[in-house]
């Protein structure tokens, strides 16, 4: 059987993340674990942003309520780390049916501006130290992650955590492409109409999108806060938001390698150019703007399926 | 009762920095249909340019001091419109016809660009408006204080709003603004220039954000490189209170917005304060999309 070109780019791929922790750079390996992360979180924003085409604006939201549930639980209340995993997925799940069915039905540009503001009203209850649980300004430290005599955070182990969700989340999403639902989403995002009139809700369909999005990036924030050990609002407030919305769409709606690339530029280029830290968000900003004039689509435009060639061939 | 006057009085002068600031989201989105995020940061660059200025000209020393503030305000406005300009110009108008949200990443990197480019050149560090630009007059009635700069803002920004609402209705080109806004093609069939338009709407809004600019540098006196995401957020809940896309809509969600705000730091908490505009902002979009003067906007899905 002939492989696609594609499936050799993401054996490559994969093949790169399995033998990169023989590098054996302890700075490296940190910086690809948060790679891995947050392509997890972009791909995560991708299903509601990219696949179901819902200006989602808000969706550290989600990623936050994970790290946070882990923090909460393990520092609050001393309960292993382990036992937060059912509820990193389910708790955000939730929250984002309760917060995304209100307004699924808004125009583009509102449902952004809607989501932004339940970012921020996230981001100030965590500042605010809601029932003194979420720890202020400041954040939770000392996130202890010791599960079966093994600790979680030695940098090896976290790394292939991360990469094994990463893994999880693009078998996840090759699954979704095929399955009806993410058949429904595709066909709701080019005519919603049309897609109602044949009996596809398309309001089910979204808010099925936020969910699936809010519980992968809900796991994302469990592995996020294991290795850094300690949450901040910081991290989940909605500049994060806006650079997760800008990877997906300068890399390409629903396109993986595009957000891959996407991840890699806005988390890995600047480790390499540290000198222009500083400058790191004036340069994106130029960046955006070009690479949205030179190719509007994004870099890697997704293409969806061929018509089969007894459609196309002339009779 | 004294409370809630001085807080009335607070907020309206909030108020007219939120209505001038929406006022510039408004036009755009109402010809372009684009969230300008980068219109924010104009607002800050302009708080900035206005400070540079004021040390400038005040250290010539022979101007009077009421020639220069006026002289700050005018330059900043002309700078300020111009990079308006030259912002449509180079990161809007090449994607007028691509997918929507091409524009919108547009935007947001304009607003990065500007942001991080305030902060490259003043640095990070939060800069000081001098105490003495306007008079340190205020007047006690009825047990309320209003400042100078208080009763200044409010009293320019409604002479701003007048001209302007006589400037849409009563011009050439404020009917060709309207025109455009219901409908962009058919405009250009009707022979009006679509590009000056837009490239008018920028002025204006860029005038009335440079103003509202100012105002914040004199009122709150303390200026950052990202006030511009803060402001520019508020101001942009005022449009859509008001109705995006609908002037008067604007003026009127603004004012609203700051009473809302003074009200809630005055009697609730000032710590909650931000959470409380944005839970009224998803409100509104729930309960009444279209704003209180707006048009609509729900898909008929």
């Not at chain 1, 780390?81 to 699924?104: D, E, G, K, N």
């Not at chain 2, 001038?20 to 755009?28: D, N, R």
């Not at chain 2, 896309?245 to 809630?264: D, E, Q, R």
């Amino acid at each position: 059987m002939k492989l696609k070109k594609s499936t050799y780019g993401y054996l490559l791929f994969f093949a790169v993340l399995t033998l990169f922790p023989f590098i054996n750079d302890p700075k490296w390996l940190t910086v690809i674990t948060t790679f891995c992360i947050y392509s997890v979180v972009a791909l995560s924003v991708d299903i509601v942003l990219g696949r179901a085409g819902m200006f989602d604006m808000g969706h550290a939201l989600f990623f936050g309520l994970g790290a946070y549930i882990t923090a909460i639980m393990n520092v609050q209340f001393g309960i292993n780390v382990l036992y937060a995993l059912p509820l990193v997925v389910v708790v955000p799940a939730i929250f984002a049916i309760a917060l995304s069915s209100p307004i699924v039905h808004l125009r583009g540009d509102y449902l952004l501006v809607a989501t932004v503001g339940m970012n921020i009203v996230f981001e100030q209850t965590l500042k605010n130290n809601l029932f003194g649980l979420t720890g202020g300004p400041n954040g939770i430290f000392g996130v202890d992650s010791y599960v079966f005599g093994f600790s979680l955070d030695e940098p090896l182990t976290i790394y292939y955590i991360a990469f094994f969700l990463l893994l999880g989340t693009l078998l996840l999403i090759r699954n979704l492409e095929r399955s009806k639902a993410g058949r429904a989403l595709h066909y709701i995002q080019e005519d919603p109409l049309a897609s109602e009139s044949i009996g596809i809700s398309a309001r089910f369909y979204r808010v099925f999108s936020f969910a699936l999005g809010a519980g992968v990036a809900g796991l994302a924030g469990w592995v996020f806060s294991i290795q850094y050990s300690a949450v901040s609002p910081e991290a989940f407030n909605f500049m994060t938001s806006v650079l997760f919305f800008a990877i997906v769409l300068v890399g390409g709606k629903a396109s993986i390698p595009g957000i891959l690339a996407g991840t890699f530029i806005m988390f890995v280029l600047p480790e390499i150019f540290i000198e222009f830290a500083t400058a790191r968000y004036f340069f994106f900003g130029i960046a955006m703007i070009l690479s949205m004039i030179l190719r509007p689509e994004g870099m890697f435009p997704a293409k969806y399926g061929k018509l089969p060639k007894y459609v196309t061939e002339d009779k | 009762m004294d409370i809630f006057l001085q807080q009335v009085v607070n907020g309206l002068t909030i108020g007219s920095i939120y209505a001038l600031v929406a006022l510039g989201y408004t036009m755009v989105y109402g010809v372009m249909k684009l969230i300008n995020f980068a219109h924010g940061d104009m607002v800050a660059l302009s708080a900035y340019i206005g400070l540079v200025l004021y040390t400038q000209l005040a250290g010539l020393g022979f101007i009077p001091q009421p020639l220069t503030v006026v002289l700050v305000f005018l330059i900043t406005a002309l700078v300020i419109a111009i990079f308006g300009v030259l912002l449509e110009r180079i990161a809007y108008r090449p994607l007028r016809t691509a997918p929507r949200l091409s524009a919108v990443v547009s935007a947001l990197g304009a607003s990065m660009m500007i942001q991080n480019g305030i902060m490259l050149v003043w640095g990070p560090n939060i800069l000081i408006f001098p105490a003495d630009i306007l008079p340190a007059i205020s007047w006690n009635v009825a047990g309320v204080t209003i400042t100078f700069i208080q009763a200044a803002m409010i009293i320019i920004t409604i002479l701003l709003m007048i001209s302007l609402t006589l400037f849409i209705n009563y011009t050439k080109m404020g009917t060709a603004i309207r025109a455009s806004a219901i409908n962009q093609d058919a405009a250009k069939l009707m022979g009006i220039n679509v590009n000056l338009v837009i490239m008018i709407i920028f002025v204006i809004g860029s005038i009335l954000g440079a103003v509202g600019g100012l105002f914040i540098g004199m009122y709150y006196r303390g200026i950052t490189f990202n006030l511009g995401w803060v402001y520019g957020l508020n101001a942009f809940i005022a449009a859509i209170l008001g109705g995006i896309g609908n002037i008067p809509g604007s003026m009127i969600g603004g004012y609203l917005l700051g009473l809302f705000t003074a009200l809630i730091a005055g009697y609730v908490s000032s710590a909650w304060a931000e959470a409380f505009t944005f839970i009224l902002l998803i409100l509104i979009l729930i309960v009444r999309p279209t704003g209180i003067l707006g048009e609509r906007v729900a898909e008929k899905v």
